[in-house]
Protein backbone atom coordinates (compact mmCIF):
# COMPACT_ATOMS: atom_id res chain seq x y z
CA UNK A 1 0.00 0.00 0.00
CA UNK A 2 2.95 2.30 0.73
CA UNK A 3 4.33 2.03 -2.69
CA UNK A 4 1.24 2.60 -4.47
CA UNK A 5 0.85 5.79 -2.00
CA UNK A 6 4.02 7.06 -2.51
CA UNK A 7 3.47 6.41 -6.48
CA UNK A 8 0.92 8.53 -6.60
CA UNK A 9 2.37 11.01 -4.58
CA UNK A 10 5.45 11.28 -6.75
CA UNK A 11 2.76 11.49 -10.12
CA UNK A 12 0.95 14.08 -8.36
CA UNK A 13 4.65 15.82 -8.01
CA UNK A 14 5.26 15.26 -11.28
CA UNK A 15 1.58 17.18 -12.43
CA UNK A 16 2.19 20.21 -10.38
CA UNK A 17 6.05 20.68 -11.63
CA UNK A 18 4.97 20.42 -14.98
CA UNK A 19 2.41 23.35 -14.37
CA UNK A 20 4.59 25.21 -12.94
CA UNK A 21 7.33 24.79 -15.64
CA UNK A 22 5.16 25.69 -18.18
CA UNK A 23 3.32 28.19 -16.53
CA UNK A 24 6.49 30.23 -17.01
CA UNK A 25 5.70 30.10 -21.12
CA UNK A 26 3.26 32.80 -22.37
CA UNK A 27 1.09 30.27 -24.61
CA UNK A 28 1.18 26.31 -24.89
CA UNK A 29 0.20 25.14 -28.24
CA UNK A 30 -0.88 21.59 -29.42
CA UNK A 31 0.75 23.33 -32.45
CA UNK A 32 3.40 26.00 -33.19
CA UNK A 33 6.75 26.68 -31.29
CA UNK A 34 7.09 27.38 -27.74
CA UNK A 35 10.15 27.73 -25.68
CA UNK A 36 10.60 25.84 -22.45
CA UNK A 37 12.11 26.80 -19.91
CA UNK A 38 15.01 25.03 -17.81
CA UNK A 39 13.53 23.44 -14.63
CA UNK A 40 15.87 24.56 -11.39
CA UNK A 41 14.28 21.42 -9.27
CA UNK A 42 16.87 18.98 -10.40
CA UNK A 43 16.69 17.02 -7.14
CA UNK A 44 13.23 15.75 -8.18
CA UNK A 45 14.37 15.19 -11.59
CA UNK A 46 17.01 12.24 -10.99
CA UNK A 47 14.46 10.85 -8.68
CA UNK A 48 11.81 10.63 -11.37
CA UNK A 49 14.73 9.51 -14.01
CA UNK A 50 15.83 6.98 -12.07
CA UNK A 51 12.06 5.58 -10.69
CA UNK A 52 11.62 5.28 -14.53
CA UNK A 53 14.88 3.71 -15.67
CA UNK A 54 13.94 1.42 -12.18
CA UNK A 55 10.98 0.19 -13.92
CA UNK A 56 10.90 -4.08 -14.31
CA UNK A 57 11.26 -4.87 -17.93
CA UNK A 58 10.21 -8.80 -17.45
CA UNK A 59 6.89 -7.16 -18.83
CA UNK A 60 7.94 -6.79 -21.93
CA UNK A 61 8.23 -10.05 -23.80
CA UNK A 62 11.04 -10.98 -26.11
CA UNK A 63 10.39 -11.53 -30.22
CA UNK A 64 12.54 -11.65 -33.76
CA UNK A 65 11.71 -10.42 -36.76
CA UNK A 66 13.30 -11.53 -40.23
CA UNK A 67 11.45 -10.21 -42.89
CA UNK A 68 12.91 -9.83 -46.35
CA UNK A 69 16.44 -9.00 -45.28
CA UNK A 70 19.15 -11.13 -44.20
CA UNK A 71 19.35 -9.17 -41.20
CA UNK A 72 16.43 -10.35 -38.27
CA UNK A 73 15.14 -7.52 -35.98
CA UNK A 74 14.77 -8.25 -32.26
CA UNK A 75 12.10 -6.49 -30.18
CA UNK A 76 10.73 -6.44 -27.35
CA UNK A 77 6.53 -6.52 -26.85
CA UNK A 78 4.46 -4.57 -24.26
CA UNK A 79 0.81 -6.14 -24.52
CA UNK A 80 -1.76 -4.57 -21.91
CA UNK A 81 -3.69 -6.15 -19.46
CA UNK A 82 -7.01 -5.22 -21.11
CA UNK A 83 -5.91 -6.13 -24.38
CA UNK A 84 -9.38 -7.67 -25.64
CA UNK A 85 -10.32 -4.45 -26.95
CA UNK A 86 -8.54 -2.79 -30.21
CA UNK A 87 -5.72 -0.35 -28.49
CA UNK A 88 -3.13 1.66 -29.53
CA UNK A 89 0.30 0.82 -30.64
CA UNK A 90 3.21 3.01 -29.72
CA UNK A 91 6.64 2.13 -31.31
CA UNK A 92 9.62 3.55 -29.41
CA UNK A 93 12.63 3.89 -31.42
CA UNK A 94 15.91 4.28 -29.68
CA UNK A 95 19.54 6.23 -30.03
CA UNK A 96 22.26 4.91 -31.44
CA UNK A 97 23.96 3.87 -28.14
CA UNK A 98 21.67 0.97 -27.60
CA UNK A 99 22.19 -0.51 -31.44
CA UNK A 100 22.89 -3.89 -31.34
CA UNK A 101 21.33 -7.78 -30.74
CA UNK A 102 20.79 -8.34 -27.17
CA UNK A 103 17.20 -6.80 -26.86
CA UNK A 104 17.50 -5.19 -23.82
CA UNK A 105 19.74 -1.88 -24.34
CA UNK A 106 16.75 -0.34 -26.00
CA UNK A 107 14.53 0.03 -23.11
CA UNK A 108 15.40 3.09 -22.22
CA UNK A 109 13.58 6.23 -20.69
CA UNK A 110 11.26 6.42 -23.34
CA UNK A 111 9.96 2.81 -23.57
CA UNK A 112 9.74 2.36 -19.94
CA UNK A 113 7.54 5.40 -19.54
CA UNK A 114 5.31 4.66 -21.51
CA UNK A 115 5.05 1.39 -19.78
CA UNK A 116 4.94 2.34 -16.12
CA UNK A 117 1.78 1.42 -14.43
CA UNK A 118 0.59 5.19 -14.17
CA UNK A 119 0.63 5.62 -17.79
CA UNK A 120 -0.49 2.61 -19.04
CA UNK A 121 -3.74 3.00 -16.42
CA UNK A 122 -4.74 6.42 -18.06
CA UNK A 123 -3.48 5.42 -21.33
CA UNK A 124 -3.38 2.10 -22.21
CA UNK A 125 -1.59 0.72 -25.43
CA UNK A 126 0.56 -2.12 -26.79
CA UNK A 127 4.52 -0.56 -26.71
CA UNK A 128 7.07 -2.13 -29.50
CA UNK A 129 10.39 -1.43 -28.71
CA UNK A 130 12.99 -2.86 -31.88
CA UNK A 131 16.32 -2.91 -31.42
CA UNK A 132 18.19 -2.42 -34.94
CA UNK A 133 21.13 -3.92 -35.52
CA UNK A 134 23.18 -1.03 -37.40
CA UNK A 135 21.92 2.20 -37.58
CA UNK A 136 18.62 3.06 -38.71
CA UNK A 137 19.15 6.57 -39.96
CA UNK A 138 22.47 8.63 -40.98
CA UNK A 139 22.96 11.98 -41.52
CA UNK A 140 24.60 14.00 -44.20
CA UNK A 141 24.52 17.87 -45.14
CA UNK A 142 21.70 19.32 -46.97
CA UNK A 143 24.28 21.60 -48.86
CA UNK A 144 20.89 23.95 -50.26
CA UNK A 145 20.01 24.70 -46.52
CA UNK A 146 23.48 24.60 -44.57
CA UNK A 147 22.01 21.65 -41.63
CA UNK A 148 22.10 18.18 -41.37
CA UNK A 149 19.56 15.90 -42.99
CA UNK A 150 18.71 11.87 -41.99
CA UNK A 151 18.50 9.15 -44.52
CA UNK A 152 16.77 5.90 -43.65
CA UNK A 153 18.99 2.62 -43.59
CA UNK A 154 17.63 -0.61 -44.31
CA UNK A 155 16.96 -1.75 -41.02
CA UNK A 156 14.40 0.57 -40.82
CA UNK A 157 12.82 -0.56 -43.81
CA UNK A 158 12.78 -4.26 -41.86
CA UNK A 159 11.29 -2.99 -38.69
CA UNK A 160 8.46 -1.15 -40.78
CA UNK A 161 7.43 -4.86 -42.08
CA UNK A 162 7.44 -5.83 -38.12
CA UNK A 163 5.03 -3.22 -37.69
CA UNK A 164 2.93 -4.37 -40.75
CA UNK A 165 3.07 -8.03 -39.07
CA UNK A 166 1.67 -7.26 -35.71
CA UNK A 167 -0.98 -4.96 -36.71
CA UNK A 168 -2.54 -8.67 -38.27
CA UNK A 169 -1.19 -10.72 -35.14
CA UNK A 170 -2.27 -8.28 -32.13
CA UNK A 171 -5.57 -5.90 -31.48
CA UNK A 172 -4.18 -3.20 -32.48
CA UNK A 173 -6.73 0.06 -33.63
CA UNK A 174 -5.00 0.75 -36.72
CA UNK A 175 -6.38 4.14 -36.98
CA UNK A 176 -3.66 4.71 -33.75
CA UNK A 177 -0.17 3.95 -34.47
CA UNK A 178 2.11 6.11 -33.42
CA UNK A 179 5.77 6.68 -33.34
CA UNK A 180 8.55 8.47 -30.84
CA UNK A 181 12.08 8.33 -30.47
CA UNK A 182 14.92 10.32 -29.04
CA UNK A 183 18.60 10.76 -31.04
CA UNK A 184 19.35 8.58 -33.81
CA UNK A 185 15.98 7.21 -32.63
CA UNK A 186 13.96 10.24 -33.39
CA UNK A 187 15.59 10.85 -36.51
CA UNK A 188 14.63 7.23 -37.68
CA UNK A 189 10.55 8.61 -36.62
CA UNK A 190 10.76 11.44 -39.03
CA UNK A 191 11.90 9.10 -41.88
CA UNK A 192 9.41 6.12 -40.62
CA UNK A 193 6.94 9.04 -41.44
CA UNK A 194 7.77 9.69 -44.67
CA UNK A 195 8.21 6.36 -45.74
CA UNK A 196 4.67 5.49 -44.30
CA UNK A 197 2.59 8.49 -44.36
CA UNK A 198 -0.77 6.63 -44.36
CA UNK A 199 0.04 4.25 -41.53
CA UNK A 200 1.15 6.43 -38.17
CA UNK A 201 -1.47 8.91 -36.59
CA UNK A 202 1.44 11.14 -35.17
CA UNK A 203 5.71 11.11 -34.58
CA UNK A 204 7.20 12.92 -32.00
CA UNK A 205 10.82 13.23 -32.35
CA UNK A 206 13.17 14.15 -29.37
CA UNK A 207 16.55 15.48 -30.41
CA UNK A 208 16.89 13.83 -33.90
CA UNK A 209 17.43 15.54 -37.62
CA UNK A 210 14.84 15.87 -40.07
CA UNK A 211 14.78 14.79 -43.28
CA UNK A 212 13.99 17.76 -46.15
CA UNK A 213 13.65 15.66 -49.23
CA UNK A 214 9.42 15.05 -48.07
CA UNK A 215 8.80 18.28 -46.36
CA UNK A 216 5.77 18.09 -48.69
CA UNK A 217 4.04 14.53 -46.88
CA UNK A 218 5.54 15.32 -43.59
CA UNK A 219 3.36 18.45 -43.55
CA UNK A 220 0.49 17.20 -43.63
CA UNK A 221 1.33 14.63 -40.39
CA UNK A 222 1.04 15.79 -36.65
CA UNK A 223 4.39 15.69 -35.19
CA UNK A 224 6.33 17.02 -32.21
CA UNK A 225 9.57 18.33 -32.30
CA UNK A 226 11.36 18.30 -28.83
CA UNK A 227 15.27 19.87 -29.39
CA UNK A 228 17.31 21.72 -26.78
CA UNK A 229 19.01 24.38 -28.58
CA UNK A 230 22.22 24.02 -26.49
CA UNK A 231 22.24 20.25 -28.54
CA UNK A 232 25.95 19.97 -30.35
CA UNK A 233 25.27 16.44 -31.08
CA UNK A 234 22.34 16.60 -33.49
CA UNK A 235 22.10 20.13 -33.99
CA UNK A 236 19.21 22.14 -33.18
CA UNK A 237 19.00 23.92 -36.24
CA UNK A 238 18.11 21.49 -38.38
CA UNK A 239 14.72 21.41 -36.17
CA UNK A 240 14.43 24.56 -36.32
CA UNK A 241 14.75 24.83 -40.34
CA UNK A 242 12.43 21.83 -40.65
CA UNK A 243 9.87 23.76 -38.92
CA UNK A 244 10.42 27.05 -40.64
CA UNK A 245 9.37 24.55 -43.83
CA UNK A 246 6.29 22.77 -42.51
CA UNK A 247 4.78 24.84 -40.21
CA UNK A 248 2.26 26.26 -42.26
CA UNK A 249 0.03 23.16 -42.53
CA UNK A 250 -0.09 24.01 -38.35
CA UNK A 251 0.24 20.21 -37.81
CA UNK A 252 3.56 20.63 -35.95
CA UNK A 253 4.50 21.39 -32.23
CA UNK A 254 7.81 22.12 -31.80
CA UNK A 255 9.31 22.80 -28.34
CA UNK A 256 12.50 24.36 -27.75
CA UNK A 257 13.67 23.66 -24.77
CA UNK A 258 16.00 26.27 -23.54
CA UNK A 259 19.82 25.69 -22.36
CA UNK A 260 19.94 21.95 -22.87
CA UNK A 261 21.53 19.93 -24.47
CA UNK A 262 21.50 16.57 -25.83
CA UNK A 263 21.82 14.34 -23.17
CA UNK A 264 19.96 16.55 -20.41
CA UNK A 265 16.65 16.67 -22.60
CA UNK A 266 14.31 14.14 -19.97
CA UNK A 267 13.62 16.93 -18.39
CA UNK A 268 10.94 17.36 -16.12
CA UNK A 269 8.31 18.65 -19.00
CA UNK A 270 9.09 15.43 -20.73
CA UNK A 271 8.89 12.49 -18.03
CA UNK A 272 5.19 12.78 -17.44
CA UNK A 273 1.95 11.79 -19.12
CA UNK A 274 2.20 14.50 -21.58
CA UNK A 275 3.79 12.62 -24.36
CA UNK A 276 0.89 10.42 -24.43
CA UNK A 277 -1.68 12.42 -24.11
CA UNK A 278 -0.51 14.68 -27.08
CA UNK A 279 -0.33 11.34 -29.16
CA UNK A 280 -3.56 9.92 -28.35
CA UNK A 281 -5.33 13.07 -29.47
CA UNK A 282 -4.30 12.37 -32.44
CA UNK A 283 -6.17 9.51 -35.25
CA UNK A 284 -6.22 8.20 -38.66
CA UNK A 285 -8.78 9.21 -40.57
Request: net charge positive.
Amino acid sequence: MWIKINHAVNYICSVVLLCGTLSCNKSIHAFGKTKITKSSDSIYLKRRIAEIKGFDTDVFTKGIFKGTTDTPIVYRLLKPNNSKNKLPLVIVFHGSNAVGNDNSSQLGILAKLFAIDEIQAKYPAFILAPQFPSRSSNYVLDPSRNVLTSVPQPCLTTTLQLIDSLKSALNIDEKRIYLIGFSMGASSVINALSLKPDVFAAGISISGIPQFDKVNVLANIPIWLIHGNKDTENPFNSDKQFFEEVSHNNKIRFWELDNLAHNDIFSIAIITDELSKWLFKHKLK
